[in-house]
């Protein structure tokens, strides 16, 4: 696959629908076919069929579900990569997993590994083990979920990827955490990092306040953070300047080396 030096990047922040899965559908079909034809890769929050429930067993669509197949259909029709995650039944088992589909229809997993015991979501979903790293366009991209972006071993740079993502549903009263850890997870890795989360009120009341935000590899705001309604954002991310920014400063040269068991 060619490397190209741009990545026009979608994020949409929105009210989900909770456990609605056809109406969220809808919702961002809207919001998809809304976007400009360069937009390459297109990402949605945390569960975004469904909010963050627990209610797995009535939820869980199987890996070839309604919702696979729609993001399949919407990455055809826009020519665009889309990635989010979605509540999966597999062998018995339930999975918070972000699916990343390509626009030919390719698709990659990530099952989330630090699953939220605030929230009892260990004692529903089963953790994931591995990492992913997605290669499209050029660009290497680490996408994660949620609860994740409080550990950082979890997301270190150590395959010199160019892009971290955290889809969530991270709510309004530990919002400052989200900020801060977002710019904190950009300047460490020296990566572009993007934070997509919702907004609005879930069924089981708690508030969400977006702040989706887009750093660069210096952690300077590409988008505004603090943005607390519905919205659609299309930016540019330039690979030439961060390659230029790693080997001028070379941080990442002297990172520790270390292997999770």
């Not at 990545?7 to 109406?23: G, P, T, Y």
């Not at 297109?42 to 579900?65: C, Q, R």
């Not at 997993?97 to 030919?104: K, S």
Request: proline letters at 2%.
């Amino acid at each position: 696959m060619s490397t190209k030096e741009n990545l026009n990047v979608a994020i949409i922040q929105a009210d989900l629908k909770w456990e609605d899965s056809v109406a969220n559908r809808s919702l961002f079909s809207k919001e998809i076919a809304a976007l400009s034809d360069s937009v390459e890769l297109i990402v949605l929050p945390e569960m975004f069929t469904t909010g963050f429930s627990m209610n797995a067993e009535n939820l869980a669509e199987e890996t070839e579900g309604e919702t696979l197949l729609w993001m399949k259909e919407q990455a055809k029709l826009k020519d665009a990569a889309i990635t989010g995650s979605v509540i999966i039944t597999e062998n018995g088992e339930f999975y918070n997993r972000l699916f990343f589909v390509f626009p030919d229809e390719t698709v990659q997993k990530y099952d989330k590994r630090h699953t939220f015991t605030l929230a009892k979501e260990d004692k529903t979903y089963t953790a994931g083990t591995e990492r992913l790293i997605v290669n499209y366009k050029g660009w290497k991209i680490c996408p994660l979920i949620c609860y994740d972006l409080r550990f950082p071993v979890w997301a270190r740079n150590t395959e010199d990827y160019d892009l971290l993502i955290y889809v969530a549903n991270w709510p309004q009263k530990r919002v400052a955490a989200w900020d801060a850890l977002l710019k904190a997870r950009a300047i460490e890795n020296m990566s572009f990092c993007i934070g997509v989360n919702r907004v609005g009120e879930d069924g089981d009341g708690f508030v969400y306040n977006g702040h989706s935000a887009i750093y660069d590899c210096l952690g300077e705001i590409l988008i505004q953070q603090n943005a607390e309604t519905e919205f659609a954002k299309e930016i540019t991310l330039d690979k030439t300047h961060l390659e230029n920014t790693r080997n001028q400063l070379k941080f990442l040269q002297d990172r520790d080396e270390f292997r999770l068991i």
